[in-house]
T-cell receptor
């Protein structure tokens, strides 16, 4: 049984560009959360998707948007990239009614 | 505001015991998690406390006091592979609010 998968593993973009990151949750999981982790810091909550709707959002600008598909997979889109968006982007999935979040390996985004 | 504090770095000796503390002030509380994160890797789940008291799982134990806004992670019989960052996270509504992590260095 595959765990949470994310693609791509690494990505390099320039300022002003747009990026889409993808996440496939663990089998049987219906909730997907996205986090941004800067080097040496704890993860920061971006948003959570459940039943194809954004259920809760953290303190991130509208440049960050997302989507959840009927198969529970999810995308994170970031527009008008800034240098400060360089970070590890983590996706986590949860099974129905469970608190534990299982993390994917992350996507390392570098903005030049 | 939301605030989670834990020490930046700790050093311990192989075979010993170490306690990593976490204090929190959050607008909501639906449980406290501890995760382990090796450099360049994703966090992996260690423990979850929602009621006061001690939860033991093998070499790792976690304690919670909701009235004091305090938790600790206890690691026994330390092994070199335990060298990692340990992150405390509070669940508030649907989100996890994270501390910056404690880097644990294990010396032979």
């Amino acid at each position: 049984d595959a765990g949470v998968t994310q693609s791509p593993t690494h990505l390099i973009k320039t300022r002003g560009q747009q990026v889409t990151l993808r996440c496939s949750p663990k089998s049987g999981h219906d909730t997907v959360s996205w986090y941004q982790q800067a080097l040496g810091q704890g993860p920061q909550f971006i948003f959570q998707y459940y039943e194809e709707e954004e259920r809760q959002r953290g303190n991130f600008p509208d440049r960050f948007s997302g989507h959840q598909f009927p198969n529970y997979s999810s995308e994170l889109n970031v527009n008008a990239l800034l240098l400060g968006d360089s970070a590890l982007y983590l996706c986590a999935s949860s099974p129905p009614g469970d608190n534990e979040q299982f993390f994917g390996p992350g996507t390392r985004l570098t903005v030049l | 505001g939301q605030n989670i504090d834990q020490p930046t770095e700790m050093t311990a000796t192989e075979g010993a015991i170490v306690q990593i503390n976490c204090t929190y002030q959050t607008s909501g509380f639906n449980g406290l998690f501890w995760y382990q994160q090796h450099a360049g890797e994703a966090p992996t789940f260690l423990s979850y406390n929602v009621l006061d008291g001690l939860e033991e799982k093998g070499r790792f134990s976690s304690f919670l006091s909701r009235s004091k806004g305090y938790s600790y992670l206890l690691l026994k019989e330390l092994q070199m592979k335990d060298s990692a960052s340990y992150l405390c996270a509070v669940k508030s509504n649907y989100q996890l609010i994270w501390g910056a992590g404690t880097k644990l260095i294990i010396k032979p």
